[in-house]
């Protein structure tokens, strides 16, 4: 794909990578791909690709998939249309969708706006957001005011991971709960011992967390 890309033809990268989309773990190439169409000039054909997808890595994300759509109407133009559409995704994060809302309004001319979502939005990534356009409309002294200190993104961290441990969304704490409880039992009593592979997988993401 890279060496049809580099000799210019980019519709026959595009074309090649296409069904390595249909893998979950394949999510790179589908923003390749796009990123390919636009920086070709072809925003709206990117549009189409995406739409087009289905299975593998689109069915699993479909947040990530919502986010490169509303990037793609920004790059087209589609500014308004993708304003709608950002206002009226579901928000199962608070302030999930508040930074590229805010993006979309400042390339509509309504940075006002924009910046006034971000000053109200509760989500950790606001705050970036929100000082990269105060330096864009001229403004990097409230730019700096607004970045979080060290200890406060650091709070703000622990803060969302505590909160995530709590929600367990992938039952992480019962399943090492269960494993554990089964490691006392003396050798066939208790519930059935999960399998090694899975305990280490299990500790190896909770540590990685």
């Known amino acids: 794909m890279g060496l049809l890309a580099r000799q210019g033809r980019i519709d026959e990268a595009v074309e090649t990578g296409l069904p390595a989309c249909r893998d979950h773990d394949n999510g790179h190439v589908v923003h390749w791909i796009l990123e390919l169409l636009v920086t070709d000039g072809r925003p709206g054909r990117a549009l189409e690709v995406l739409d087009n997808l289905t299975g593998g890595w689109v069915d699993g994300h479909p947040e990530d998939v919502q986010h490169l759509r509303l990037w793609l109407l920004g790059q087209a133009g589609r500014h308004q249309e993708g304003i709608a559409l950002a206002t009226a995704l579901p928000r199962d994060e608070p302030g999930l969708w508040d930074s590229i809302l805010a993006d979309l309004l400042e390339a509509d001319g309504r940075a006002e706006e924009a910046i006034a979502v971000l000053c109200s939005s509760p989500h950790r990534n606001a705050a970036e957001s929100l000082a990269g356009i105060l330096v864009r409309t001229g403004r990097p002294a409230e730019a700096v005011a607004v970045i979080p200190s060290t200890a406060e993104q650091r709070a703000a ?7 995530w441990k709590e929600a367990d ?7 090492l709960a ?4 089964d490691e006392k039992q003396p050798e066939g009593q208790g519930q059935q ?3 090694p592979d899975a305990v ?3 500790r190896a993401r909770t540590a990685r967390r």
Not at 169 to 175: C, K
Not at 178 to 181: I, N
Request: charged share 30%; proline share 4%; glycine share 4%.
């Open 157 to 163: 961290y622990e803060r969302a991971e505590r909160q």
């Open 200 to 202: 280490m997988t299990i």
């Open 193 to 195: 011992r999960a399998a």
């Open 169 to 175: 969304p992938w039952g992480v704490a019962a399943a």
């Open 178 to 181: 269960r494993t554990e409880q």
